[in-house]
């Protein structure tokens, strides 16, 4: 791995340059960005993306689904023969599929490191983001060959958890663990805004109503392509969660049930103990 | 004020008691519990509610709200004339209509600060607390007798920003900024509780995940009383979020509609924004 190409430097693709010179990557890493920028000092420049696929050994696609689908239709016409194309997209069956279709001379890695913000952008990024979280591989071939295998030890070694999982699995687990909080938070910015000023609510509120806000502000054009792209699983828990706030709803409809509720409350309690445990 | 006495020595009533001494408070602060406990150094002593209630100028309800009531019902019989009777109860038209019916000898003044969290207790209480937070405040009479002044200036001089408001308009908004994002938290671990390991879940997701979950982890003792006591307008809110997510959740229903999302998302976003803007 002597040359890593980032395609895309925003919070993910800057964070990782960051992290592979901290923690020792001697190599080349090439930046490739939709418009001319300037990079942090971890990049060795920038290129264009046909010149970086020519020259990397390892290519990290790190935009929204629907770019990143993109540049995997075109990226195995520019690559020598067994370049590692991975990416770090938020759901990984549409990618697999593509990649599945395109590419052939190169060798693909899905790819998802669960170490999003509600921030986007370069200027975000920073050493240490994918400390301790999860980094999601999805395989298109076994046994890994050698150029896959260096990749993710480099993933281990930035402090990341590598978890080897199929792209349904993947998409199915995310749809709970981050596609349904980012609505349900969503949601809760939309209800409110219909109902009271903003800066009223401010004023008033304590710690919880920011903090069950932060991920509403993450951005659109991300999650149109997450929604799009993992549309049916997302759908089905948000199905769910309608459903066991209904219930909760629905016991609220006279004093007497109000009772009732401390069941769900407390399987609430339970889950959220476990989730929340310190590492 | 040269005696306080805090019933309910728990998170609130605890680091009431640090903040006042903290911030200058002289006089004795007597606390009152319903088993015998060791008191932190901010407490003069403890004493029996009977005693407490004769020996007081001001006394602080800091307990869930059924035990508010409770103690306004037998209160206004032990106190001296004008004693202030205050409370930090998290709904408050209920409290209000007892107090108004019950206390004639004593001065009732409503509270409630914003200052609460997803754990309670003793042990969680600390020196600056309620710093910056709002502390509403619902009058019974006016203009405000003396003792009701200097009790909310040493509100203001531990950090607090003192909200005057109506009991009514009070509890509708705690429905919004409160109470609503309170069952949405609840309502998202009972749901996924049903459809995932919570260990698998916590070592599978990213921050988002566990932010939205803090709430869950809260009390349920003290939550009960909150959604007897505020049923209407909680399942009211609890119905317009119910509406906004299933919006959503149609426009995911093919392709095409995702895109309608995101009238839903930006305005949340922009909610979310002012929400949480630094102050």
């Known amino acids: 791995m002597e040359t890593v190409a980032i395609v895309g430097v925003g919070l993910l693709g800057g964070s990782l340059a960051m992290d592979l010179r901290r923690c ?36 990290v696609l790190c935009s929204p689904v629907q770019s990143i689908i993109a540049d995997i239709e075109r990226v195995d016409a ?25 590419v052939k001379r190169g060798v693909f890695l899905g790819g998802h490191p669960m ?14 983001l994918y400390s301790g979280k999860a980094w999601f591989f999805v395989r298109t071939i076994e046994p890994d060959p050698p150029v896959v295998r260096e990749f993710v030890e480099w993933v281990g070694r930035i402090g990341a958890r590598p978890l080897w999982i199929g792209e349904e699995e993947h998409d199915r687990s995310v749809a709970m663990t981050s596609h349904l909080p980012q609505l349900v938070s ?40 997450i929604l799009t792209s993992n549309r049916l699983e997302i759908r089905r828990m948000v199905g769910e969660y309608l459903a066991a706030l209904g219930e909760i709803e629905g016991m609220l409809s006279d ?12 399987r609430s309690q339970e889950f959220a103990r476990v989730v929340r445990e310190k590492r």
Chains 1, 2 share one sequence.
């Open 78 to 102: 520019l690559v020598r023969p067994g370049t590692l194309i991975t990416d770090v997209g938020s759901t990984k069956s549409a990618i697999m599929s593509a990649a599945r279709t395109h």
């Open 186 to 225: 969503t949601a809760l910015g939309a209800a409110l805004a219909r109902s009271v000023d903003p800066g009223v609510a401010r004023q008033r509120c304590g710690q919880g109503l920011p903090d069950m806000l932060r991920l509403a502000e993450s951005d659109w054009a991300l999650w149109r392509d």
């Open 24 to 59: 020792g990557y001697a190599g080349r890493i090439l930046g490739v960005s939709r418009s001319p920028r300037e990079y942090p000092a971890a990049f060795s420049s920038g290129a264009v993306f046909e010149r970086a696929a020519a020259e990397s050994d390892v290519i």
């Open 115 to 128: 170490a999003g913000k509600h921030v986007s952008g370069l200027e975000h990024a920073c050493e240490g």
């Open 255 to 266: 004093a007497a049930s109000v009772e009732e509720i401390r069941e769900a409350f407390e």
